[in-house]
């Protein structure tokens, strides 16, 4: 590893992503080469074989998934990362993960679309692709880190959600916290609290593979095991075999959202910066974070009393939270590399309270400006 | 050997759900049987299906499965073999799954000698969705979307896998349920690298009746006729081949498969 | 012109693609990071292509967490190709060091910041025998005039990133080098 200890590090984000993966056990990557997330593969290919796990290169995005899904049946922790495009292309199995019910962690390193659109260039134009990239009704878990800390953080949480939710979960970079260095503390390998799947009883007679437990997911038997289980990406009984009964869907899909939807407290994380008395309140995750603290620091100096929440768990959208806190607010600002996205979201739970989207495309930065300017005209009104 | 293959059977899911005289309860039947005169564990398999007619294979077998999505089964298999190398995967693919949205897949699984066995049953058509046309339908032969006569030509796609690369291809019917568990059988012995072996078999119900060859007996028969092995060639006129299937090994070579070469890298990076 | 005692530094490293300002500045956030417990961000902006075009570092560095990840009021720019300069004139301010290679960059408008032009190519390779090792005389020139790290922590990080042999030692050479001359 690059980081063999504990300690302090200048890292890339892409890289503190990679480190991370490989101390929550992960043993297997297939990718795709795509900017700006070519490093967390090429880290891969470096690191996996001597921790003993395996990288390939695999000839797209389709089949990077595919085969990250199938190794995760085994019972091996996998992960491959992408950009836009090759998240278009992953969209397929995206679902089939959520389907067969395979924890994997899918890193976007998010970059201006559509299409290429400005490949080296960073944005945040994929809020809703990670909810709905794929078809059908399902229920997926987005992390996004605004610093390079918070990318070994929440890497080590998206394998742990994946794990306790047999499902996949994307961790939500963009192209500017990816290609970022920054100081980042590593911690103690014994510190780092890593979660492993659910496995069903060895002996059990009666085993389903997708009989779920008290949490509504279906404790893991690996292929090769004695106990014989299925996968299944077609609508399917508990026993993995298909059933098209009307019944047995509905039951299958609403559990499916449920698992985590039931969970949604505890998936949801975030930070606050002086919420407790903020009449403006910012909210945003990523990159935008950034800006938006430099921005609020500024505000306060002048007397202005703004606050921020910065999700770091964007889906399954934190709806109550986002009504409690912008309950207080008079003026809600959302900055982010799109145009209204995460704003789009936030509207529908926040009192019909006003909120005003400072949204940048071209792939360059949100200045601390951009959001003092929208903050100082509003405040005028 | 006489095998029955019924320890990798769901007996209580028969009989099969495809049409009377189609060609996989055939390819099925010779695929247990290879099984069983290896002596595989049930524990040990892993049959990953794409869709497709052929693709619902997995629902009646008691080893460890995967029906994933279309096309796609080589890539999932891949994951799994290279995750678990003790594992023996099996990617069960259609001509639709396996050559035409597939075919990406496919030749690259195959340059780089992934250590899984795909048994292809090429049946000329899409059967599941109504007999539309795929990668291996013949040129002007008739089918749902080629009522005027199909304008492409066909992959052969026993000599495109040669060609990219795997260490064992070889191509058989179902006119000879035989000599498909015999070469299922001997890719199962070879035990690493890239194994394909495609079966032709027959749609009586979309692509037969598309091409005034609406019974199983009259298209097995043609099959037949048609069927020159490897063998045999110089026997026959090249102005007759055209219309012929050629069945037999079309690589049979000692490789080293993808497994045992990155087993190989890790042990000489190993910090010493 | 001392930065020792300063919470907030910036330094922009700015020339074309290849010139090595990416591992330049991770060498500075090594040594602040590492060996001075100090928080460094740093952004890279450059091209599509690998080589040639314009390519610039914003390193920041705090007592604690930086907020913002460019640089708004540079202490130092470091300039390295003359198409940098045009690119970064607008953000010198009135007392930001800037250091010039005086091979590459021919026309700067001396009114602008504090400047400093040096031959930096000359010397490396006058000094050192070897062009590749501008960056380092300028990183080593840079510290020893502003102290925003300290001298040691410099060489540590180098040292530390080329464990040993020829480049370690041209390295370390080079260092010794921009300090003398700053």
Known sequence: MICPKEGRYFLQGNIAVGEAAIRSGAMFFAGYPITPSSEIAEHASIHLPIAGGTFIQMEDEISSLAAVIGASMTGVKAYTATSGPGMSLMSEHIGLACMVEAPCVIINVQRAGPSTGLATKPAQGDFFQFRYGTHGDHMIIALSPASVQECFDLTIQAFNFAERFRCPVFLALDGIIGKMYETVNIPKRNEIKVVNRKKAIASKVDYQPYQPDEHLVPPFVPFGSPLITRANGSGHGIDGYPCDDAKNHEQLVRRLINKIDRYKKEISLFKEYYTHDAEVLIVSYGCSTRPAIAAMKEARKRGIKVGILQLQTLWPFPEELIASITSKAKLILVPELSLGQLKSEIIKYCHQKPVIGINKLGGVSIQPEDILTVLFREIEK | ?272 | MIYSNKDHFEMIISGVGGQGNVSSGIIIGEAASCYENKFVTMTCTYGTEARGTFAKSDILIGKDFVDFYECQSPDVILVLHKKAYPKIKDKILEDTIVVVNKNEVDQVNMNLGEIFSLPFSEIAFQEIGSKQVVNMIALAFIVEKTKFIRNESLVNAVQNKYASGQIAELNRKALEVGFSIA
């Open chain 2, 1 to 272: 050997m006489k095998c029955s293959g019924r320890k990798y059977i769901k007996t209580e899911s028969l009989p099969f759900f495809w049409c009377s005289g189609c060609g996989n309860g055939i390819i099925f039947a010779a695929l247990t049987r290879a099984m069983e005169e290896n002596n595989l564990d049930n524990k040990d398999i892993v049959a990953v299906t794409g869709i497709g007619c052929w693709g619902k294979a997995d629902d009646y077998l008691t080893t460890h499965t995967f029906h994933g999505t279309h096309g796609r089964a080589i890539a999932v298999a891949t994951g799994i073999k290279l995750a678990n190398p003790l594992l023996k995967v099996f990617a069960l693919v259609g001509d639709g799954d396996g050559i035409t949205i597939g075919g990406n897949h496919l030749i690259h699984a195959a340059r780089r000698n992934i250590d899984i066995i795909v048994i292809m049953s090429n049946n000329f058509n899409y059967g599941m969705t109504g007999g539309q046309y795929s990668g291996t339908t013949p040129f002007n032969s008739i089918t749902a979307t080629s009522s005027y006569g199909h304008v492409e030509d066909a992959f052969d796609v026993s000599s495109l896998v040669k060609s990219a690369g795997a260490g064992y291809v070889a191509r058989c019917t179902i006119a000879n349920p035989h000599m498909i568990q015999q070469l299922i059988s001997k890719a199962i012995k070879k035990r690493q690298g890239f194994r394909f072996i495609e079966v032709i078999s027959i749609c009586p119900t979309h692509y037969g009746k598309y091409n005034q060859m609406s019974s199983a007996v009259e298209m097995i028969k043609d099959l037949s006729e048609r069927t020159v092995n490897f063998k045999d060639i110089d026997q026959i006129a090249p102005e007759d081949l055209g219309n012929k299937i050629m069945v037999g090994e079309y690589q049979n070579q000692e490789v080293e498969g993808f497994v045992h070469r990155y087993q190989r890298l890790k042990q000489s990076i190993l910090p010493t």
